[in-house]
């Protein structure tokens, strides 16, 4: 396991913008990583994903407004958010599946390591 730490998160306005980062403590070049988030009450949801040489994967509620890369080189995830909606709004996790990386999945079971989370929360 490695320890992440989110970072990013903030409050904006409908149709608003944010881009989360995610650092990792050790070396992640080979691992799939991913973003989910998560609303009081509900299941954590998986929102995008990235495989160890960069293909992506995006649930249908971001598709074609956010984008997830990652910077090996410096151990870090990102998370690029446009068109921000109101359903947007949740606690934020990065995640790092420090096993076998194929296509990177959206199932928070497949991920052994988890961030604290960075609130996102926008506005109508």
């Known amino acids: 396991q490695v320890k992440l730490v989110e970072s990013g998160g903030g409050s904006v306005q409908t149709g608003g913008s944010l881009r989360l980062s995610c650092a990792a403590s050790?070396?992640?070049?080979?691992?799939?990583m991913g973003w989910f988030r998560q609303t009081p009450g509900k299941e954590r949801e998986g929102i995008a994903g990235?495989?160890?040489?960069?293909?992506?994967a995006f649930a249908d509620s971001v598709r074609g407004r956010f984008t997830i890369s990652r910077d090996n080189a410096e151990n870090t995830l990102y998370l690029e958010m446009n068109s921000l909606k109101p359903e947007d709004t949740a606690m934020y996790y990065c995640?790092?599946?420090?096993?076998?990386?194929?296509?990177?999945?959206?199932?928070?079971?497949?991920?052994?390591?988890w961030g604290q989370g960075t609130q996102v929360t926008v506005s109508p």
């Open positions: 995640a790092a599946d420090g096993g076998y990386c194929g296509f990177p999945s959206l199932v928070a079971y497949d991920y052994n390591s």
């Open positions: 050790g070396t992640v070049k080979k691992y799939c």
């Open positions: 990235i495989g160890n040489v960069g293909l992506p």
